[in-house]
């Protein structure tokens, strides 16, 4: 029998607002499926039928978080790493090991390997980073509706022109990141 391999890989760093989002993926070996591979190489639409199938004929899946406030007081790499170890953490089936998209792994009770650019070369990982890009996007959808004017939906929270330019009109909203530079800079100085 083969081994119960979880990838795991997380989305979410670089934006200005919104939670960490984190997958871990058990793939079943008997239902393989087509087309893996880093989440950001995909089209949206690809992406959203990717997604589905994968919580479809997977073993098992489960996503992971830390929110803003969380991000804010430990910082974005120990919330990244608390996000991926809730995600291995609410797996219905016990991994035997765990395969972690970049350098680090977090503080998990199984045999580990970070790997770098693994949703790349890795399916369980490429599942995970799928699923959690999936999850995230669909969250900062909603908040563009609970929060209008900063162009969630569009940007995703990411540090574009546009969303710069809304945080700078309409300050802080209650998911931007304040520990984030970008964000103090312009609540500091919105010139």
Known sequence: ???????????GRGPLAGPVVAAAVILDPNQPIEG???????????REALAIEIRE?????????AEVAEID????????????KRAVEGLSVEPEFVKIDGNRCPDLPYPMEAIVKGD??????????????????????????KYPGYGFAKHKGYPTKQ????LIKQGASPIHRLSFKPVQNIIRNPQ
């Open 120 to 145: 790349l070369t890795e399916a369980e990982i490429s599942a995970a980073s799928i699923i959690a890009k999936v999850a995230r996007d669909h969250e900062m959808e909603d908040m563009d509706i």
């Open 163 to 166: 969303h710069r330019e809304a």
């Open 1 to 11: 029998m083969s081994q119960l391999i979880a990838g795991v890989d997380e989305v």
């Open 73 to 84: 007081e430990i910082n974005i790499l120990w919330a990244s790493m608390l996000a991926m």
């Open 36 to 46: 893996l591979t880093d989440s950001k190489k995909l089209t949206e639409k690809r």
């Open 57 to 65: 004929k997977s073993l098992a899946w489960s996503l992971g978080r």
